[in-house]
């Protein structure tokens, strides 16, 4: 069955980096496109990049942009969200998902996607 399974995530200073793994199993990723969404305490959940797994087309808010790169290996079926310069406001669950589509939708548009990994928490702090 398909499955997403991110991983990565854990505590780090501001400044610091991570990399965020999201595992696909049960499909192929040239058939879905792979988002990374992120949600803090009473926020809302906000979308931050995509990747078309056809295309390799990408795709960030323009709160990451310059410092998180979305990335794929197909050879282990796993997209990755590499998280630079992190600030404290990155703090967030990050959730990987997947849509059966050929192009990224909105990344103001979550309720697009079809399935969701568990998510991993992400803390910058001193």
């Known amino acids: 069955q398909l499955q997403l399974v991110e991983s990565g995530g854990g505590l780090v200073q501001p400044g610091g980096s991570l990399r965020l793994s999201c595992a696909a199993s049960?499909?192929?990723?040239?058939?879905?496109?792979i988002g990374w969404f992120r949600q803090a305490p009473g926020k809302e959940r906000e979308g931050i990049s995509c990747?078309?797994?056809?295309?390799?087309?990408?795709n960030y808010a323009d709160s990451v942009k310059g410092r998180f790169t979305i990335s794929r290996d197909n050879a282990k079926n796993t997209v990755y969200l590499q998280m630079n310069s992190l600030k404290p406001e990155d703090t967030a669950v990050y959730s990987c998902?997947?849509?059966?589509?050929?192009?990224?939708?909105?990344?103001?548009?979550?309720?697009?996607?079809?399935?969701w990994g568990q998510g991993t928490q992400v803390t910058v702090s001193s």
């Open positions: 998902a997947a849509l059966w589509s050929r192009r990224c939708p909105s990344l103001s548009t979550p309720q697009s996607y079809m399935y």
């Open positions: 049960g499909f192929t990723l040239d058939d879905y496109v």
């Open positions: 990747m078309s797994g056809g295309s390799g087309r990408t």
